[in-house]
């Protein structure tokens, strides 16, 4: 058992990822407590699912509208330099949201403004933060690891935020919750000073702006697999990710709960996702990934549109854990093989293109579903996102024996499968 543990951590091996997993996790729980306060001030304010969606729509605007532009940053400057500073901006946020709400004076068009300002900063945060994961490591070999190692920390977060929220806004309210976030923001940019790198991170690219975007556009577009792991990618977050904007209406108007039922159901959608980090992270090999998206798929299309229909707590937990769960395995198992497979120079704008499919999609879902719950009811709105999730996931598995054909060749150059025998 120690071995396999070794194995599944293995990244941690290295300080610099010691460092950037301890701060990140402090910071994403932070993210948490700021983003289930966000949506709870939000609906006590205004009572309105169309705000409630309005709210998430602007927080993830700035990635669709401004991620590739990012990602053509990210392989252009300093991004440790670059990181420190969308840091310091994300910190400034926090602030003015809990100085706001601690003096009363805040109101929803206040939270839209500032999720507006937090979706722009994320837009350039994002590609930065996920093309350093090479430098954080001194093994190629190891990045797979990382990366899943990273998606521990988020849905680690996704339980410990949200659980935290939920007795937070019980009991001292909305703006301590945002306090907190801005305080979290300061283990990122201590570990980040705390770093030690061997070499630049990032530089200036020989060609200009225009041309470096349009490069990384055909790289992430033009190869048949990256376009189907996008276009997955982008399903999965229009139609699975609306469930936590949505999830105030279940706790208060459908279960007849408050906070604290809030914080039990995002968490339980986090300790599914955190089970399959783990199994994610234990994986020997990028290979059958494909498989694995495909299949996390339709168990979260499925359970969401299952979830819809119940009304029993415990029940609700045990269906959100296996949402929480598909959703970020078919996405994290995406984002590896593509991480796998791409050239160093080119990593800040692919990352920025998953960030766009992933994070930058979300908000249309959220906004649409916001918008259709308002108009039919939260219940029969995710049961329509859950089969249109299903529909497309049996479709990327029909479609996964031409992609393999595709992606073997890159495969083998990598060394992740054997050349064949000649003959």
């Not at 609906?43 to 927080?59: K, M, P, T």
């Not at 049961?383 to 054909?405: D, E, H, M, Q, S």
Request: charged share 10%; glycine share 10%; proline share 4%.
């Amino acid at each position: 058992m120690a071995l396999d543990l070794r194995h599944t951590f293995r990244a941690l091996r290295y300080r610099n990822f010691r460092l950037f997993f301890v701060g990140q996790s402090l910071s994403l729980i932070g993210t948490w407590l700021q983003q289930v306060a966000m949506g709870w001030l939000t609906y006590r304010l205004s009572g309105s699912a169309l705000l409630l969606g309005a709210v998430a729509f602007c927080g993830s605007i700035g990635i669709l509208a401004l991620g590739p532009l990012g990602g053509v940053l990210a392989d252009r400057v300093n991004r440790r330099r670059a990181l420190m500073v969308t840091q310091v901006l994300m910190l400034a946020q926090a602030v003015a949201l809990a100085a706001l709400t601690a003096l009363g004076y805040i109101e929803v068009w206040h939270l839209i403004v500032l999720a507006l300002f937090l979706g722009i900063v994320s837009a350039f945060d994002n590609p930065i933060r996920q093309s350093l994961f090479a430098n954080l490591v001194d093994d190629r070999a190891d990045l797979p690891n990382a990366i899943a190692m990273n998606s521990i920390i988020v849905n680690l977060a996704r339980i410990v935020g949200p659980a935290l929220a939920g007795l937070l806004l019980t009991w001292v309210g909305e703006a301590w919750c945002f306090a907190l976030n801005a305080l979290s923001f300061l283990a990122v940019i201590l570990a980040l000073s705390r770093m030690r790198w061997p070499k630049e991170i990032g530089g200036v690219a020989a060609a200009g702006w225009w041309s470096s975007w349009i490069e990384g556009t055909k790289y992430a577009l033009g190869f048949g697999p990256s376009r189907a792991l996008l276009a997955m990618v982008a399903v999965i977050a229009w139609t699975i990710s609306p469930y936590s904007t949505l999830m105030p209406i279940y706790a208060k108007d459908l279960y007849g709960g408050g906070p604290d039922t809030l914080g039990l159901l995002l968490a339980s959608a986090g300790a599914g996702a955190l089970a399959c980090m783990v199994y994610l992270a234990g994986r020997k090999t990028v290979r059958g990934l494909g498989r694995i998206i495909a299949r996390a798929a339709m168990v979260a299309g499925v359970a969401l549109g299952i979830f819809a229909l119940v009304r029993n707590v415990p029940l609700g937990m045990a269906l959100m854990a296996l949402v929480g769960g598909g959703l970020m395995l078919s996405a994290a198992s995406a984002n590896t093989i593509l991480q796998t497979i791409v050239d160093d120079a080119m990593r800040g704008r692919i990352v920025s293109y998953f960030m766009v499919a992933f994070l930058g999609v979300a908000p249309l879902g959220n906004l649409a579903a916001g918008a259709l719950a308002a108009a039919i009811g939260a219940p029969l709105t995710l049961v329509i996102n859950g089969a249109l999730c299903t529909l497309a996931a049996v479709y990327f598995w029909y479609r996964l024996p031409k992609f393999g054909v595709l992606i073997r060749p890159t495969y083998r150059r990598l060394g992740i499968i054997p050349d064949e025998p000649p003959g």
